[in-house]
Antibody
Framework: QVQLQESGPGLVKPSETLSLTCTVSGGSFSGYYWTWIRQSAGKGLEWIGRIYTSGALRHYNPALESRVTMSHDSSKNQFSLNLISVTAADTGVYYC??????????WGQGTTVTVSS | DIQMTQSPSSLSASVGDRVTITCRASQDISNYLVWFQQKPGKAPKSLIYAASSLQSGVPSKFSGSGSGTDFTLTISSLQPEDFATYYCQQYNYYPWTFGHGTKVEIK
């Protein structure tokens, strides 16, 4: 049973970069798209983007595209999110996930990120 | 962006009730729709993918139907552990978008 675990700082200062990592265990890492989603009280659930494990294939939410970068490290079964120039509006719970049309959705437990000085 | 409209936004029901939640997409998304459940302070839990496929490990009291723009989630017999918020989400078009949720409360 594949499991996902987010990790990273819980507090980020305004204008700095939010960096999170998701570690995948218990299943295959290659051959899937891996996704970041966030949830805030103000905006609800928001899809950030997804990255494929082969090549440079990435899809980002246009609302965040100018600030988002995703990457992966197949040797560690990890993928990462960088969000630059954060503001209080980026505060929320960040989830990593895998959604496959053939096998459904698997979510990490989520990590809370607060943007504050 | 595809707009996902869920209804109702909340409902009160009793244990044993049959509950139906609907989700409408602003354009045809085929069957690229998921339903998930979320309890306060917890991560979402997937229930249905591809509009009608039951996620592994999820009890069969949950079922999904629909295609195109109109979808439903049905809970055949509501149990105490089912009181939660339910969301739909489309994944046919970028950016993926979510409904605003349906909160199922105890009557």
């Amino acid at each position: 049973q594949v499991q996902l675990q987010e990790s990273g700082p819980g507090l980020v200062k305004p204008s700095e970069t939010l960096s999170l990592t998701c570690t995948v265990s218990g299943g295959s890492f290659s051959g899937y798209y891996w996704t970041w989603i966030r949830q805030s009280a103000g905006k609800g659930l928001e899809w950030i983007g997804r990255i494929y494990t082969s090549g440079a294939l990435r899809h980002y939410n246009p609302a965040l595209e100018s600030r988002v970068t995703m990457s992966h490290d197949s040797s560690k079964n990890q993928f990462s999110l960088n969000l630059i120039s954060v503001t209080a509006a980026d505060t929320g719970v960040y989830y990593c996930a895998r959604l496959s049309h053939g096998s459904g959705y698997v979510w990490g437990q989520g990590t809370t990120v607060t943007v504050s000085s | 962006d595809i707009q996902m409209t869920q209804s109702p936004s909340s409902l009160s029901a009793s244990v044993g009730d049959r509950v139906t939640i609907t989700c409408r997409a602003s354009q045809d998304i085929s069957n690229y729709l998921v339903w998930f459940q979320q309890k306060p302070g917890k991560a979402p839990k997937s229930l249905i993918y591809a509009a009608s496929s039951l996620q592994s490990g999820v009890p069969s009291k949950f079922s999904g139907s629909g295609s195109g723009t109109d979808f439903t989630l049905t809970i055949s017999s509501l149990q105490p552990e089912d009181f939660a918020t339910y969301y739909c989400q489309q994944y046919n078009y970028y950016p993926w978008t979510f409904g605003h949720g349906t909160k199922v409360e105890i009557k």
